[in-house]
């Protein structure tokens, strides 16, 4: 029997938030789940017929926030996902086109 070793930094937190990825310059998006979380990753559920690049930009429709990620790894509907940058509350950006994000948030 094969033993899997944790290779996560920190402890996952097992999460169902509605989320949605951007790329292609914020001209292409799809909505995914985020699944668990941990400080710097996390792992997703997207629809696997889908063609994704490798980096990407979440937007936590929760918690209002997004981060750049790359993915790290994808086995069918799952996709686990590292942030490459800062979190940024869409909210409180400076950006008008990041601000109109806001209707897509979840109270």
Known sequence: MAILLERRQSLRRRVFKGAKLFFQNYMMSVDC????????????LVDQDLMLPTEMTLLNRKEGTLAPVLMIWRHGNYMGVEL???????????????????????S
């Open 84 to 106: 490459d940058g800062d979190v940024e509350d869409v909210r409180a950006s400076e950006k008008s086109h990041i601000r109109q994000l806001t209707t897509m948030l979840r």
């Open 33 to 44: 789940t985020i699944r668990n979380e941990c400080d710097n990753g996390m792992q997703l």
